[in-house]
Protein backbone atom coordinates (compact mmCIF):
# COMPACT_ATOMS: atom_id res chain seq x y z
CA UNK A 1 0.00 0.00 0.00
CA UNK A 2 1.23 3.77 -0.23
CA UNK A 3 2.34 4.09 3.10
CA UNK A 4 4.71 0.93 2.56
CA UNK A 5 8.43 1.58 2.36
CA UNK A 6 11.52 -0.76 2.16
CA UNK A 7 15.13 -0.69 2.57
CA UNK A 8 16.78 -3.08 -0.26
CA UNK A 9 19.18 -3.90 -2.84
CA UNK A 10 17.68 -5.14 -6.19
CA UNK A 11 19.31 -6.95 -9.36
CA UNK A 12 17.10 -6.25 -12.29
CA UNK A 13 17.26 -5.36 -16.21
CA UNK A 14 16.72 -1.86 -17.32
CA UNK A 15 13.52 -1.51 -19.36
CA UNK A 16 13.75 2.11 -20.50
CA UNK A 17 15.43 5.14 -19.54
CA UNK A 18 14.72 8.72 -19.48
CA UNK A 19 15.93 10.26 -23.07
CA UNK A 20 16.40 14.06 -21.78
CA UNK A 21 19.01 13.19 -19.80
CA UNK A 22 19.13 10.03 -17.94
CA UNK A 23 16.93 11.48 -14.48
CA UNK A 24 15.24 8.19 -13.65
CA UNK A 25 14.36 4.53 -15.45
CA UNK A 26 12.05 1.72 -15.30
CA UNK A 27 13.14 -1.60 -14.26
CA UNK A 28 11.66 -5.05 -14.82
CA UNK A 29 10.30 -6.68 -11.83
CA UNK A 30 8.82 -9.87 -13.46
CA UNK A 31 4.92 -10.93 -14.59
CA UNK A 32 4.41 -7.72 -16.67
CA UNK A 33 5.15 -5.81 -14.04
CA UNK A 34 7.86 -2.73 -13.59
CA UNK A 35 9.13 0.14 -11.47
CA UNK A 36 10.67 3.60 -11.51
CA UNK A 37 13.68 4.63 -10.35
CA UNK A 38 14.38 7.80 -9.39
CA UNK A 39 18.09 9.03 -8.05
CA UNK A 40 18.26 10.83 -4.23
CA UNK A 41 17.97 13.98 -4.31
CA UNK A 42 18.62 14.23 -8.04
CA UNK A 43 22.11 13.83 -7.44
CA UNK A 44 23.02 11.20 -10.25
CA UNK A 45 21.83 10.03 -13.75
CA UNK A 46 21.87 6.85 -15.58
CA UNK A 47 23.47 6.47 -19.43
CA UNK A 48 20.62 6.90 -21.83
CA UNK A 49 21.78 4.38 -23.49
CA UNK A 50 21.17 1.83 -20.40
CA UNK A 51 18.20 -0.35 -21.99
CA UNK A 52 18.38 -3.54 -21.36
CA UNK A 53 21.40 -3.66 -18.84
CA UNK A 54 21.81 -5.39 -15.83
CA UNK A 55 21.70 -2.75 -13.33
CA UNK A 56 21.88 -3.50 -9.52
CA UNK A 57 19.96 -0.63 -7.24
CA UNK A 58 20.06 0.33 -3.32
CA UNK A 59 17.46 2.36 -1.88
CA UNK A 60 13.85 2.31 -0.82
CA UNK A 61 11.45 0.62 -2.59
CA UNK A 62 7.82 2.07 -2.25
CA UNK A 63 4.27 1.94 -3.75
CA UNK A 64 2.79 5.51 -5.07
CA UNK A 65 0.36 7.21 -6.75
CA UNK A 66 1.24 9.37 -10.07
CA UNK A 67 -0.73 11.67 -11.19
CA UNK A 68 -1.91 12.36 -14.52
CA UNK A 69 0.43 15.59 -15.16
CA UNK A 70 3.63 13.41 -14.45
CA UNK A 71 2.59 9.90 -16.17
CA UNK A 72 2.41 12.44 -19.34
CA UNK A 73 5.81 14.16 -18.59
CA UNK A 74 7.55 10.85 -17.97
CA UNK A 75 6.02 9.33 -21.54
CA UNK A 76 7.78 12.68 -23.11
CA UNK A 77 10.55 11.94 -21.32
CA UNK A 78 10.52 8.52 -22.93
CA UNK A 79 9.99 9.74 -26.21
CA UNK A 80 6.56 8.44 -26.94
CA UNK A 81 3.97 9.62 -29.73
CA UNK A 82 1.82 12.66 -28.75
CA UNK A 83 -1.18 9.89 -29.48
CA UNK A 84 0.57 8.10 -26.57
CA UNK A 85 0.55 10.96 -24.45
CA UNK A 86 -2.89 12.06 -25.06
CA UNK A 87 -4.16 8.68 -23.97
CA UNK A 88 -3.19 9.26 -20.47
CA UNK A 89 -6.62 9.99 -18.66
CA UNK A 90 -6.41 8.23 -14.91
CA UNK A 91 -3.62 8.57 -12.28
CA UNK A 92 -1.82 4.74 -11.72
CA UNK A 93 -0.63 3.31 -8.59
CA UNK A 94 2.66 2.12 -9.36
CA UNK A 95 5.70 0.47 -7.47
CA UNK A 96 8.81 3.13 -7.01
CA UNK A 97 12.57 3.04 -5.98
CA UNK A 98 14.58 5.70 -5.05
CA UNK A 99 18.06 4.67 -5.47
CA UNK A 100 20.67 6.12 -3.67
CA UNK A 101 23.55 3.66 -5.60
CA UNK A 102 23.32 2.13 -9.21
CA UNK A 103 26.07 -0.47 -11.05
CA UNK A 104 25.17 -1.00 -14.65
CA UNK A 105 27.22 -4.05 -16.21
CA UNK A 106 29.22 -3.31 -19.03
Not at 15 to 34: A, E, F, P, R, Y
Not at 39 to 58: M, Q, R, T
Not at 88 to 106: C, H, Q, R, W
Request: hydrophobic share 40%; aromatic share 8%.
Amino acid sequence: KPTDTLEIKVVSKIVDVCQKKGCWMNIDLGSGKTALVRFKDYGFFVPKNASESEVILHGKAFVEVTPISDLKEYAKDAGKSQAAIDSIVAPETNYSFMADGVLIAK
